[in-house]
């Protein structure tokens, strides 16, 4: 099915057992250890890899000693540029080349690989192997390097730049201006599980269990990487312990693995160590964003301007997209957006939970915020007055927006209206206590994406699809998409994924993996549904599924009566107009209060509350949960996250759980996350729209908002750390 048309009335409208808060059925398995994630595969005869990581951030290697590692107990190999096939190339979605010559790109780039009996004989021996280097002269800080900083090259989906109207000259007379610069910094994924592989050859097929989010993209990158035929490599990944987006693409434990596995015949199995994570695999950019607002005096916006700057690797034309939610966000009839991108000597900067969004709401809503106080206007009533009636630089109608009623009933629930609008005005013993909120919204994409499901004469519905569940509940929700649409219980419903061997899916990443795998199971259980009413006799438009059975006016027969010894149906699900006709998205809003100490500068954030629309909800419990994890993101965006760049070696220096802070039970208080009832038909045959990276957008502006309510200094640099907030602390009388 391509999604050319409204959705009308279907199988699901009911509401039944999609969207209830049922338990992940995964559950048990990952709370006793039977969920096996990439590392854990068993298999005999294993040996184990250790990579060695360049340390310097850009030259050539001169030598590289390895007969000491090769000695060393238990080694069976040690993988340099000198002995690796050659591969093919691309960008690091195209193609992931390892070890193909003396050249050093960036610290921490793999320039040999050890393989040993085990872990410890593969690290020790990995600490033998001697590289001297010819170091050049690299580019590694942002801000050092944006005289240099061009346009990246842009996608049919995604223009770096826009403009609509005259923004330079209504921003110039507009009666009310605001012009400020906002930073975000280096972000790591920090996801509990490392990537890890196990790979096996069979002859000329590969199987690798890997961990990895899109299996399909990821099983046509090692074929191009290996230069063989896409047929001869299988992925299997059923269970990811947390991606955010580092594991979109294939990293170098895949590459290595499979390589070292191909000339020993024998599996190799490699997990990066976390420090590892931080160089060998992909980061998010950190950004400098100008803000340029103008308006009329009652706060309607006449031009808004928004310029980011981003890094990456010479060879990359990947960009943070900060400001893509300013294109449709906010009503104004002149325009500006901008993306620039500097050329970098560091690792490769990728996609991190909501890419673009994620930081580029931290500018934006906070300078929204910024107008508001020169207008004297509520920051609520400021985005009232700006909502659009059409996409502002489309000119195409939305599927559907609920922004206003998500910041009314925010406030109403928060009580927004006991908050002071002028800082530093409310104590609480030695805190200064603020409030501060924010709008949310993030793109819903779909992809293309396909199903199987089989119903065996058993009673029970096996679903399959080279889909992922990186934690967020996929199982669950197609389980309850299944049971709801052929009238099962969801624990006659087996749910198989991560498998290249499946059909085809779109994987987990961008918010696209319930609405695009959902709808492609919907599509099978439809077609499944017209197979089993045809063969009970039945008019499939009119014949009802429940309880294990199908019933049409008087008549009524058991499933397991009419699937003699199995039945099955593919589905599948693509994009169509409706994503040219219709502008999609997700929104939301944060309200926060934080406590500042007024003598350290500590904050302490006291309460949270998002509020979202987000089309169908496909399970309260798993979509609540996943909204609370984007939050607490959003609170580790705005007060700790930060990889500390060493800008002399290209290095990131607290490169482990440790120093690169993220929060943990104790920063997270009482939170909240709900859902206001909304269905889009244009969105999927579901009806639903993206939750992952939902969360997280604008929820850091809503703390960095919070603080400045509490305190009065307004802090531009992301994280907002106390040593910033010291010096324009008010001091007690």
Known sequence: MEMNSPVGPNALDAQGIVGKPLDRVDGRLKVTGGARYAYETQQDNVLYGFVVEASIGKGTIRSIETRAAEKAPGVALVLTHRNAPAQGTGNHREAHPVLTGPQVTRYGQPVAFVVAESFEQARAAAYLVDVKYDQSTGKYALRANVAEARAPKSSDAQAADSAVGDFTGAFASAPVQIDVIYTTPLQSHAMMEP??????????QLLLHTANQMLNQGQQAIATTLKIPIENVRLISPFIGGGFGGKLWVNADAILAAIAARQLKRPVKIALTRQQIFHVTTHRSDTIQ????????????????HDVFSGNLPSEQTYEGAALQTRTLYAGPNRLTRHRLAPLDIPVASSMRAPGEAVGLMALECAMDELAEKLDLDPIELRIRNEPSEDP????????????????EGARRFEWDKRNAKPGQIRDGRWLVGMGMAAATRGNPLHLSKANVRLDPDGTATVRMAMTDIGTGTYTILAQIAAEMLGLPTQHVRVELGDTNFPQAAGSGGSWGAGSSGSALFEACNALREKLARTAGMDPATARFADSSIASGEQSKKLTDLVGTGMDADGEIQPGRNNKDFSQQSYGAHFVEVGVDEDTGEIRLRRMLGVFTAGRVLNAKTARSQAIGGMVFGVGAALQEEMTLDPRFGYFVNRD?????????????????????EL????????????GELGICGAGAAIANAVYNACGVRIRDYPITLDKLLSGLPRRA
């Open 290 to 305: 100008r803000l340029r607002l103008g308006t009329d005096r009652d706060g309607r916006i006449l031009a808004i301007g």
């Open 657 to 677: 759980l440790a120093e690169y802070l993220v929060p943990v039970h104790a920063d997270i208080p009482a939170i909240d996350a709900i859902f206001l009832a």
């Open 195 to 204: 990537h890890a592989t196990l790979a096996m050859w069979d002859g000329d």
């Open 393 to 408: 630089e489309k000119h195409i109608p939305y599927s559907s927006r609920h922004l206003i009623a998500c910041m009314q």
């Open 680 to 691: 889009d038909n244009k969105s999927n045959p579901l009806k639903s729209k993206g939750i």
